[in-house]
């Protein structure tokens, strides 16, 4: 008999997505309204997909440098400039990646060796302490706490968090799920906290567009000097409708940036070289649609928030950030068996809070980024649900 040859061990530390066990089971059924994944029904702009065959058309089907293209970069670092008033160096502080999970997976790897521990700011999306787990390293969640209507830092729970072999503090704003915005004072708490036990500081900035008091969420970058051990990931993925592209970066400090232009090598070479050219002309060429894409989001999230007001049992924190809404309902123990419940009655999906690591429970996601048509029939659908509870 043949002996089986198992696995990687190590694969044990990495949970399947209970975000993907609810869209496995909404796959098979019909007239589901769609609200689990994080994704709008915009489709990527004419501009950009015109700038990807223009470049196809001049030969952008070759290898480019593992950082990215020095057009791409420098466009990323004008926008710095534009948005934040910060001057990052394109050629030795930005590198360009194929996605914002994988800036995430290379920025990691890059502050953890095996036995390694991150704090990871929670409710998060679940991808961080996954690709934690993924190298060795013990993600220890520390939740975000619901104060007067609006979550905030628990300063004495990070303090207990951290430990001899913390090596990073992982945080995301604006939040996917939680649609919280970390304010200036609460931006330099974590990047004081930071300094003080000589730690890197990760900040998921993906959904900086997507921000309700202004054009553009405050950046870390904005708070810190370019020695600081501080890392900013981004994405196309939101702000420019861009999810199946695959387009992100990293901003951070000069030596992680060579490190992690040296793992793309070994990853996946560098961003397709078309993509990077549209990604280019995103930058430069995107604001009016950026601004229009952000004021509709605005209004959907907001459309939804007031449907859940005034739920007996649900709270809801007021939007600042995101496309996200996240509901906590007393007395829910099990958000999984709730939503899995709503999909087979209501067919209306929606993701469960425990998805999102601990502080998640007792609570669920709702993407308020798909079209009226659907969001309506949805959310009246969800506030039958929960009526009758």
């Avoid at 502050?111 to 390293?137: C, F, K, Q």
């Avoid at 931006?187 to 890197?200: E, S, V």
């Avoid at 996200?324 to 929606?350: H, M, N, P, Q, T």
């Amino acid at each position: 008999m043949m002996k089986i040859i198992a696995l990687a061990g190590g694969l044990t530390a990495v949970s399947p997505s209970r975000i993907r066990e609810i869209a496995d089971v909404a796959f098979g059924m019909d007239g589901v309204l769609r609200l689990h994944f994080g994704e709008s029904n915009l489709p990527t702009p004419a501009f950009i997909k015109e700038a990807a065959v223009r470049a196809l058309d001049e030969g952008f089907t070759f290898y480019t440098e593992n950082a990215g293209l020095p057009g791409l970069r420098q466009a990323i670092a004008d926008k710095y400039a534009e948005l934040h008033g910060v001057k990052v160096d394109p050629r030795t502080e930005i590198a360009v990646t194929a996605s914002g999970v994988q800036a995430l997976n290379v920025s990691i790897r890059c502050t953890l060796d095996p036995g390694d521990e991150a704090i990871v700011l929670t409710p998060n999306w679940p991808n961080a302490s996954a690709i934690v787990g993924l190298y060795g390293g013990c993600a220890r969640e520390v939740p975000l706490v619901w104060r007067e209507g609006r979550y905030g830092l628990d300063l004495p729970a990070l303090e207990a968090a951290h430990s001899a072999r913390t090596r990073l503090l992982v945080y995301a704003s604006p939040s996917n799920p939680l649609g919280w915005v970390a304010r200036p004072d609460e931006q330099a708490a974590l990047l004081d906290f930071c300094r003080r036990h000589g730690l890197w500081l990760l900040a998921d900035e993906v959904y900086e567009r997507i921000y309700f008091a202004g054009p553009v969420a405050p950046s870390l970058l904005r708070r810190c000097s370019r020695d600081d051990a501080v890392i900013v990931v981004q994405s196309f993925s939101k702000s420019y409708c861009m999810t199946g592209w695959r387009l992100g970066w990293v901003a951070s400090r000069r030596d992680l940036v060579h490190k992690t232009t040296q793992l793309n090598e070994f990853i996946v070479s560098h961003a397709p070289s078309m993509v990077q050219r549209a990604g280019e002309t995103a930058l430069r060429e995107g604001e009016e649609f950026v601004r229009q894409m952000a004021q509709n989001i605005e209004c959907r999230v907001r459309s939804c928030f007031e449907s859940l007001k005034g739920i007996r049992g649900v709270s809801v924190a007021p939007p600042e950030g995101s496309f996200y809404l996240f509901a906590r309902i007393d007395g829910l123990a099990d958000s999984y068996a709730f939503a899995l419940k709503l999909l087979r009655e209501e067919k209306v999906a929606v993701a469960p809070g425990s998805a999102f690591g601990s502080g998640g429970e007792g609570a669920i996601r709702i993407c308020c980024a798909a079209d009226e048509s659907v969001l309506e029939p949805a959310m009246a659908r969800l506030r039958r649900f929960l009526e009758k509870r």
